[in-house]
């Protein structure tokens, strides 16, 4: 992370908000080479990293640190999980927002009822009850979301320290869709949002085009990446320079950047 809440950084600041499994250094790789133009702060939220105990993941006091992160204000960007924890964090401090993308939060409290995020909850549920550690779990759970297993058997055991940290906190933490997603809050803002998908899930597509229409936001697809749409760096971080640099008046909905347009 670098500067505090109180930087005399002459750039405009924005905060990159990680999910799970990654913190976050190693989440916004792709993005340091937005630094030159802009002071990122990148926290690791709590139970993540390689300092500190064990903590289980909790958006809802992650919200509390990054909203303190905003300073005067800054842009505010959430990936996974921690696209839970920046809504909850903007909804704290809306005047000090000056834009929010989010990137596939996995807010299936929108989208239940739907086949697909019903089984994906069930499934989820049932990988977290049948585990017997964190460390087991998180495995499964990779396997789960699409990993190659053969990829997930060449994890260590023990696991490396970030991220057996990881596996305690996303065990032991909030589940994703009981997590408080703070549309009215949001829609009331004035701030330019993104809701942003890997064009890789129709479920994740339908949280974010459902999100987007909550929140009169602008929609995009960024393909190649998956769920980690960031990870494709240019794309993404074109769509974050020109969203920090825009006049919050051009912003304009269903907006598709990347591959082909979404249909």
């Given at each position: 992370m670098t500067a505090g809440p109180s930087s005399t950084d002459a750039r405009p600041r924005a905060v990159l908000v990680h999910g799970a499994v990654t913190a976050g250094r190693e989440t916004w790789q792709a993005q340091q080479e937005l630094a030159g133009e802009f002071e990122l702060l990148v926290p690791d939220r709590q139970g993540y990293g390689t300092d500190g105990p064990d903590r289980p993941d909790d958006p809802v006091a992650d919200a509390e640190t990054i909203s303190d992160l905003l300073g005067d204000g800054a842009h505010l960007v959430g990936y996974s999980m921690g696209a839970m924890a920046a809504m909850l964090a903007a909804a704290r401090r809306p005047a000090s927002v000056r834009s929010l993308v989010l990137?596939?939060?996995?807010?299936?409290?929108?989208?239940?009822?739907?086949?697909?995020?019903?089984?994906?909850?069930?499934?989820?549920?049932?990988?977290?009850?049948?585990?017997?550690?964190?460390?087991?779990?998180?495995?499964?759970?990779?396997?789960?979301?699409?990993?190659?297993?053969?990829?997930?058997?060449?994890?260590?055991?023990?696991?490396?320290?970030?991220?057996?940290?990881?596996?305690?906190?996303?065990?032991?933490?909030?589940?994703?869709?009981?997590?408080?997603?703070p549309v009215a809050e949001l829609a009331a803002t004035r701030f330019p949002v993104v809701v942003v998908s890997g064009g890789h899930s129709e479920m994740f597509d339908a949280v974010c085009d459902v999100l987007a229409d909550l929140l009169d936001a602008d929609r995009a697809v960024i393909r190649g990446g998956g769920h980690g749409v960031q990870f494709t760096g240019a794309p993404f971080n074109t769509l974050l320079r020109e969203t920090w640099t825009s006049d919050p008046g051009t912003h304009r909905r269903s907006r598709s950047t990347g591959a082909a347009p979404r249909e």
């Open positions: 990137v596939e939060p996995p807010a299936l409290d929108l989208v239940r009822g739907r086949a697909d995020a019903d089984e994906f909850v069930a499934g989820y549920e049932a990988v977290r009850a049948a585990s017997p550690d964190a460390e087991r779990f998180l495995r499964d759970f990779l396997v789960f979301f699409g990993a190659d297993p053969a990829e997930v058997a060449q994890i260590p055991e023990p696991m490396p320290e970030d991220m057996r940290r990881a596996a305690v906190a996303q065990f032991t933490g909030a589940i994703p869709w009981e997590v408080p997603t």
